[in-house]
């Protein structure tokens, strides 16, 4: 059984990869599966905390025990989501993986096959909604970031995820390396957890619910003061 170490707090989970429309039936999507978001949710639950997940498209995953959760599709929706339960959470976990861009336009009838070439499809800056929730951060509140990282090796992944912590100025993030079969899609994870003090622990391979225990071994003695 896991400690009720979580009681009094309450923390809310992104999770799942945003859809952005193109037409009534298209959209630009990603291949979050959700899976290390949804770890997170449950394992706080577990823990006694009281957990808001905001989920956009996700693989077939039961919903989390005791779990509160918000659907959604596109990051504008996301965004509004998140900045409303952000109100009143201890701690904010953006675990979702959220479009960098979205399509200008959004057809109000399926876009039609024809002879001629289609159109090109205009694209759009989606706001970084974790740095926004940075911004937007109550007093002692904690903000955790992901970052899904390709690299040559494992020291360009952390080098990576290092410059992004200090360009999104959130408290904690979470560094995954992706690509050949790892993070995205898979039961397993691993990475590394970048604190904003500079402090860096290995999270050793496993389950995305051992993974997400880690995590919030950490971020919970920085979020009690
Ligand atoms: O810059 P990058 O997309 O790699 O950053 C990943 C982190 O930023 C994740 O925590 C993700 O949820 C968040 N993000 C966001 N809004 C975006 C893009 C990413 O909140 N538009």
């Given at each position: 059984a896991l400690p009720r170490d979580m009681e009094g707090l309450h923390v809310a989970v992104s999770a799942g990869g945003t859809r952005e429309p193109l037409d009534p039936v298209r959209f630009l999507g990603n291949r979050s599966s959700g899976r290390q978001g949804f770890a997170l949710a449950r394992v706080a639950a577990q823990r006694g905390a009281r957990v808001t997940l905001v989920a956009a498209h996700t693989a077939d995953l039961a919903p989390p025990a005791g779990v509160e959760v918000e659907r959604v599709g596109s990051a504008a929706e996301l965004r509004d989501a998140m900045h409303w339960v952000a109100k009143d959470a201890d701690v904010v976990v953006m675990a979702a993986a959220v479009a960098d861009f979205r399509p200008v336009d959004l057809a109000e009838h399926k876009i039609k096959k024809s002879d001629r070439d289609p159109d090109p499809v205009r694209l759009t800056r989606n706001p970084d909604i974790l740095v926004e929730l940075v911004g937007a951060r109550r007093a002692g509140q904690v903000v955790v970031g992901f970052a899904a990282e390709t690299g040559d090796g494992q020291g360009d992944v952390l080098d990576y995820g290092r410059a992004k912590l200090r360009r999104k100025g959130c408290d904690w993030l979470v560094v995954n390396a992706v690509g050949d079969?790892?993070?995205?899609?898979?039961?397993d994870n691993a990475g590394w957890l970048l604190s904003a003090t500079g402090a860096e622990t290995a999270l050793p391979h496993g389950s995305k619910a051992r993974l997400a225990s880690a995590v919030w071994d950490s971020v919970i003695r920085t979020s009690r003061g």
């Open positions: 079969g790892k993070a995205f899609e898979v039961e």
